[in-house]
């Protein structure tokens, strides 16, 4: 297989808003009198605001006006905390991989569950090395299902099979993979052990080895 297109998750990949998700999701099920862990996070990794809400509130039923005043308070804790976000909060290594991608010609785009993907990646200045930016305001099912990655695919004008996506979340590597796409996995084997590649974190990534296990 041909690799023509690196596909990359944001949040926890290109930025580590990780902790601020973590933080908003926090200040709510203090409000609200909801436990809610750093475990309990990690389920929330990858899924869309809604799905995560539904994930946060652990099977209790909430009116759709609830659900949405409780949306718009995460959204904006995390604004509060995402306010001052620039280059110096890119992951390491994470501009030369994007650079060294675009300088072998590959075409190069941000899949992201977030519907804020945009705004970050602005805030970040690197939008300009992306041929496209699709996120959550363009699907309506979120990863794991294939759909954000198959409508990535059709931006860029490459076949599935000539993508690889770089993802940190088990719901995104079970997307990529529906999608007929191969993952490099960043993170622990518990977490993104499906993965084609599985690399601890981003300065890992070999981008030598990748192509050339890929070039039959
Ligand atoms: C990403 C993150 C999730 C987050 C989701 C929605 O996939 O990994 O933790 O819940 O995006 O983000 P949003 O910015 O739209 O609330
Ligand atoms: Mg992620």
């Not at 409000?31 to 869309?48: A, C, H, V």
């Not at 909060?89 to 804020?116: E, Q, T, Y």
């Not at 088990?170 to 796409?181: P, Q």
């Amino acid at each position: 297989m041909n690799i023509k297109a690196f596909i990359f998750d944001m949040d926890g990949v290109i930025t580590d808003t990780v902790p601020y998700h973590y933080e908003s999701w926090k200040r709510l099920s203090e409000e609200e009198n909801i436990p809610f862990t750093k475990e309990d996070n990690e389920q929330l990794l990858g899924r869309s605001r809604l799905d995560s809400l539904r994930i946060f509130l652990k099977g209790k039923k909430i009116t759709p006006h609830r659900e949405a005043e409780m949306l718009e308070k995460k959204n904006q804790y995390f604004h509060e905390l995402i306010k001052n976000l620039n280059e110096q909060d890119l992951i390491p290594g994470i501009k030369d991989l994007l650079l060294a991608i675009r300088k072998l010609g590959l075409k190069l785009s941000v899949a992201s569950s977030s519907k804020n993907a945009k705004f970050i990646i602005s805030k970040l200045g690197i939008a300009h090395l992306f041929d496209c930016i699709i996120d959550g305001n363009l699907v309506t099912k979120a990863k794991p299902e294939p759909e954000l990655f198959l409508k990535t695919a059709d931006c860029i004008a490459v076949s599935p099979c000539n993508c690889i996506v770089v993802e940190d979340s088990a719901a995104g590597v079970e997307a990529a993979l529906r999608a007929n796409m191969k993952v490099i996995g960043i993170g622990p084997e518990e977490r993104v052990g499906k993965a084609t590649f599985r690399y601890n974190n981003i300065k890992e990534i070999n981008l030598t080895e990748i192509l050339h296990a890929n070039q039959n």
